[in-house]
Nanobody, 124 residues
Framework: QVQLVDAGGGLVQAGGSLRLSCAAS????????MGWFRQAPGKEREFVAA????????YYADSVKGRFTISRDNAKNTAYLQMNSLKPEDTAVYYC?????????????????WGQGTQVTVSS
């Protein structure tokens, strides 16, 4: 079993920054990938960013490239999402997910465990 605890959301003005964290516990030693997704009201969950645990290879959605940075601390089993230059359209609940497989990192069905979500609200 794995538990993911994501945190760090909040209310911020457009142009501001937030840093999300996702702490993993349990069976994490053979996990492959940690990803961040977001879901706005009335919309489907969409891919934001992902990182491989071993080599730190990163992937980003086009909408966040150059503004968001995903990183990980293997010793702490924690992944981070630094979000800069936030826009109102970034408003959503952000979820971290953990995957044991090297499949499509942008597909939510590739992930085996999810955090509870953290709300990010960007005001204009």
């Amino acid at each position: 079993q794995v538990q993911l605890v994501d945190a760090g959301g909040g209310l911020v003005q457009a142009g501001g920054s937030l840093r999300l964290s996702c702490a993993a516990s349990g069976r994490t030693f053979d996990s492959y990938l940690m990803g961040w997704f977001r879901q706005a009201p009335g919309k489907e969950r969409e891919f934001v960013a992902a990182i491989t645990w071993t080599y730190g290879r990163t992937y980003y959605a086009d909408s966040v490239k150059g503004r968001f940075t995903i990183s990980r601390d293997n010793a702490k089993n924690t992944a981070y999402l630094q979000m800069n230059s936030l826009k109102p359209e970034d408003t959503a609940v952000y979820y971290c997910g953990l995957s044991y497989y090297s499949g499509n990192y942008a597909r939510s069905t590739n992930y085996d465990y999810w955090g509870q979500g953290t709300q990010v609200t960007v005001s204009s």
